[in-house]
């Protein structure tokens, strides 16, 4: 027998979709947990570039822009959006905003891929708030941050009491593309060579093998 989506506790790109809130420059400013800001906006990033690429719906959204409390979304994030308009909230839990409400109804999937700054407000209340009206929820936990190690670490515990459930950002994009054989493999490669590129300009905390940088290399060049 032939599995289903329903049927699969790993998760695909066809039944989920992507739900950005907040990622603006006064949140990003006042991270102080585990992840730099840097590798926050980069996670991020990734996760932008992943839904395009696999054709997931995304939610974008900013709180405080209107009232001119808050900055818009920073523009490295945006640029990847593809000129995704936000929707701006006075409600600091996204899912007390009926517009946000809409527009994660809309894509049609019940399974959210919920990013978030910070951690403990942005999204912690966005996630619960999603749990209690049926959906699944996974959260990229080194693409969010808090203004503390404490705020960030006690928002993870809620989150978990919760049911929602942490990985991170690159094993999202293997999870939702999961094999080399399958139509997304090319769009992934693109995706994650990316991302190998990327992450040893900031860090050598995540690893890179010397042949995946090489191949990365490669795969630009051979690209232009």
């Known amino acids: 027998m032939t599995s289903t989506t329903e049927d699969l506790g790993v998760w695909t790109a066809g039944d ?6 907040d ?23 990734l996760l932008a570039k992943t839904a395009r ?44 905003d009926q517009a946000f409400r809409e527009a994660v109804k ?7 891929i919920i990013g978030g700054l910070h951690t403990e407000i942005c999204l912690t209340f966005a996630t619960v708030e999603a749990l209690k009206n049926g959906y699944d929820v996974l959260y990229p936990a ?7 190690q404490v705020a960030h670490r006690t928002a993870i ?22 094999d080399w054989a399958g139509p997304l493999a090319g769009s992934a490669l693109d995706v994650i060579y990316w991302y190998f ?14 042949a ?3 191949a990365a290399a490669v795969h630009f060049s051979e690209g232009q």
């Open 16 to 21: 989920c979709a992507l739900v950005l809130i």
């Open 23 to 45: 990622y603006q420059n006064e949140m990003f400013e006042v991270i102080r947990s585990e992840t730099s800001a840097d590798l926050v906006e980069l996670n991020v990033r």
């Open 53 to 96: 690429a696999f054709g997931m719906p995304i939610v974008l959204s900013t709180v405080g822009v209107g009232f001119g409390i808050n900055g818009p979304t920073v523009a490295p994030v945006l640029a990847e959006l593809d000129g995704l308009e936000p929707i701006d909230r006075s409600s600091m839990s996204a899912f007390e």
């Open 106 to 112: 809309a894509t049609g999937r019940k399974r959210l």
């Open 142 to 148: 080194d693409a969010v941050g808090g203004r503390s």
């Open 157 to 178: 515990q809620r989150l978990a009491h919760a049911g929602a459930v942490p990985t991170t950002a690159l094993a999202i994009t293997t999870e939702l593309f999961r």
């Open 197 to 210: 590129t990327e992450i040893p300009q900031l860090t050598d905390r995540v690893g890179v093998a010397e």
């Open 212 to 214: 995946e940088k090489k």
